[in-house]
């Protein structure tokens, strides 16, 4: 388990409570402490988590590693370290310190994350064939090179001079003829090398959603939608890493190899010279490493926050829009965006200013070199074609020394991306959290709930010692006001997210030891949210089941009440649905959904507000349906109204995460309690009879459908 997990931080942080009650379980002991700035120093327990109010005005913590000479020392999961004064800590401390001191008992437990070079030996060795192919068409290449700096030498210095313009035009087709070969074997390298890239795109990028798709569901609870999406962008920086370092590390390495061979022998002082600007170059990169790295990693996780923003703002464009809140949301994205100019504005500059300083160094070292190069011919230590040949392959000598030394560049980008890929790539997929987990096993029998507690990530518990039981068969409705943790016994049922405390099992086997895919798939399943793909009524039908029949599906949606309103569709099942359902109502989405829930029996059925945005009529009809189609499962109803909670068997009622009633509905309304008072304020105070309400009930489903409502 990750310690962000442990710590219990969600899309919102993590909170006091949540730092020290991971400690506690990391194996310290932990104590939070009301102190000044100027009380703490060097003697005190350091190092010490902080709490600080960044900039922006967000909760953050920061850990204290030393104070020295008035600076502290500070370790900022966003900035890395980075030192601030005493006035600066000052602004920013809230003045609660978090003390941690290893207990006896501690062990460090480091888990090294996947490195570039596990992930580049996974990738690339299947693919050895081909990248053996592109450094051998890389590796003739320079050689061939090498070979056509040659032609220059022979021009100046065997042809010109004893004007042989016999030997001249064969030269020229032996040179002619190696510049056409090159032109092929570029061809043929750039047509495989994006092959290669093509065959790396698969294990990277499918790989990263494939790992991403079966993680739990709580990963998805405690992330921001951008900054899942901002790791596809890292996943691409680390595939162009990988055809790029493949072929550079080998054509680079080589090529400075062989032209530094032959321009130490074709003058020593003036590769000597060539050197020096090389060392310039290299130590120019590193003064400039540090800067980069900070702005990269903030660009990145700039991009995340902006990137989360805007989708969140273009999902709910209805709310934008009924609010009149555009101008809002355009200031809150243009704050971010701001941000990003700003990062990408600071890197311009810093790679401006290393290009100015890179290139005046070039221009000084060829002034410098045709000087050198002028007084050896004067000497009569150097010719004139030995001098052009030198200019020619110094080019072949100091490039590709720079790209190995820009690598170390291109390299420490990859590494902040392949550190925030690997946060997620080494987080165990649901079905590698436990092995031997039953499957094909009934689970037709009674649920239990054994004071169960539950908190999202370090928030207070939304359930706590919350104890449950229902029998075989039973229909249940879960009502109470919202925030009481009805949804919570949902989610906890679907293994969506897993009890803190206490213990849930169906029909005797711990929810924990039952395989996550074969629950959920006995499992039907109809969320408050109702959500809706791209493509056919058909396939959002058959999601989950794709073997299903046609007429499987008709019946479904018979029961479902969608029947009706899909015939009068163009394409009937094949109508297109647009991204999340935008085409269709909200009642007409739910009743999708619940054809969906009832495409095969299941064993356990729950219906969280599934009929929420259907008028009565259509409710009423749907709860016949589920009477027919849950057949002898259980069944979980949460709702509110009274039509959809009246017949069911056991009725109860949440509170803050507690039961505070439960029982049927005479017997809740004869308690006169919480329950009787929830009725009232729905209907007022005409609480109709149980048997009177069926004959109402009966009368307007045939006002509704005419008679036709036992064709199911």
């Not at 004893?162 to 032996?174: D, G, R, S």
Request: aromatic share 10%; charged share 20%; net charge negative.
């Amino acid at each position: 388990m990750k310690v962000r997990e442990i710590i219990g931080t969600d899309a919102y942080g993590t909170s006091v409570h949540g730092l020290l009650s991971g400690a506690e379980k990391l194996g310290f002991q932990a104590k939070a402490v009301k102190i000044k700035i100027e009380e703490i120093d060097s003697e005190y327990s350091l190092p010490a988590i902080a709490h600080v109010i960044t900039e922006s005005g967000l909760n953050h913590f920061v850990v204290i590693y030393r104070i020295k000479n008035g600076k502290f020392l500070i370790g900022d999961p966003a900035k890395e370290l980075v030192e601030l004064d005493k006035e600066e800590m000052m602004r920013q401390f809230t003045g609660v310190l978090l003390l941690l001191v290893p207990k006896s008992e501690f062990e460090t437990n480091y888990q090294p994350k996947t490195s570039m070079w596990q992930l580049f030996k996974m990738v690339m060795y299947p693919q050895k064939k081909l990248l053996f192919t592109v450094i051998l068409c890389s590796f003739a290449l320079t050689i061939l090179g090498i070979v056509s700096s040659l032609f220059s030498k022979v021009v100046f210095d065997e042809i010109i001079p004893y004007q042989l313009k016999k030997t001249l035009y064969l030269y020229l087709i032996v040179f002619g003829f190696v510049g056409i070969v090159q032109i092929f074997l570029e061809f043929f390298r750039t047509h495989v090398l994006l092959f290669l890239s093509r065959k790396i795109d698969i294990p990277v990028l499918l790989g990263y959603y494939n790992h991403v798709l079966r993680l739990p569901y709580q990963f998805f609870a405690t992330r921001r939608v951008g900054d899942i999406l901002t790791r596809f962008q890292d996943a691409m920086t680390i595939k162009d890493i990988f055809s790029k370092v493949s072929i550079s590390l080998v054509l680079d390495l080589t090529l400075a190899i062989f032209t530094g061979i032959a321009l130490m022998k074709i003058n020593l002082q003036l590769f000597s010279l060539t050197l020096i600007v090389v060392l310039c170059n290299i130590l120019l990169i590193y003064l400039f490493k540090k800067s980069y790295k900070r702005i990269n990693y903030e660009q990145m996780e700039a991009g995340a926050v902006m990137n989360s923003q805007l989708i969140e703002s273009i999902r709910n464009i209805e709310s934008v829009k009924g609010s009149v809140s555009e101008t809002a949301q355009i200031n809150l994205l243009e704050s971010k965006f701001v941000k990003v100019l700003k990062l990408g504005y600071e890197e311009g500059k810093l790679s401006n200013l290393q290009n100015v300083i890179s290139s005046g160094i070039q221009s000084l070292s060829g002034i410098f070199m045709i000087a050198f190069g002028a007084i050896a011919i004067i000497d009569g230590k150097l010719s004139l074609g030995d001098l052009i040949v030198f200019q020619t392959l110094s080019g072949y000598f100091t490039e590709p020394i720079h790209n190995l030394v820009s690598l170390q560049l291109t390299y420490q980008e990859a590494q902040i991306a392949m550190n925030r890929l690997s946060e997620l790539m080494d987080l165990e997929t649901e079905e590698n959290t436990k092995h031997d987990l039953l499957s094909d096993i009934d689970l037709m029998g009674k649920i239990e709930f054994q004071n169960v507690t539950f908190r999202y990530g370090s928030r207070p518990p939304v359930i706590q010692n919350f104890s449950l039981s229902l029998e075989k068969g039973q229909r249940v409705a879960i009502v109470g006001e919202s925030g009481a943790g009805k949804s919570t016994i949902a989610k906890l049922l679907l293994k969506f997210q897993s009890n803190e405390a206490g213990r849930l099992t169906i029909n005797h086997y711990d929810i924990e030891d039952i395989q996550t895919h074969y629950l959920r798939g006995e499992i039907g399943y109809v969320p408050q949210n109702v959500e809706l793909f791209t493509g056919t009524i058909y396939d959002n039908i058959r999601m989950g089941d794709e073997e299903a029949t046609y007429e499987q599906v008709i019946k479904a949606c018979r029961l479902a009440g969608c029947h009706e309103f899909i015939q009068k569709l163009p394409n009937r099942y094949y109508a297109f649905i647009e991204e999340n359902g935008a085409n269709f109502s909200g009642g007409e989405r739910q009743r999708i959904a619940i054809a969906r829930a009832f495409l095969k029996q299941r064993q356990l059925y729950i219906f969280d507000e599934s009929t929420s945005n259907l008028d009565s009529f259509s409710e009423r009809y749907i709860q016949k349906a589920m009477l027919q189609a849950t057949n002898e499962a259980t069944t979980i109803i949460i709702a509110h109204r009274l039509s959809t909670i009246v017949h069911c068997d056991l009725i109860v009622f949440m509170e803050d995460g507690k039961i505070i009633e439960q029982g049927s509905h005479e017997e809740l309304m004869s308690l006169n309690g919480r329950y009787a008072e929830m009725i009232q304020l729905q209907y007022g105070t005409r609480i109709v009879k149980k048997e009177t309400k069926q004959e109402i009930e009966q009368e307007e489903i045939t006002y509704y459908f005419g008679g036709n409502h036992d064709d199911f």
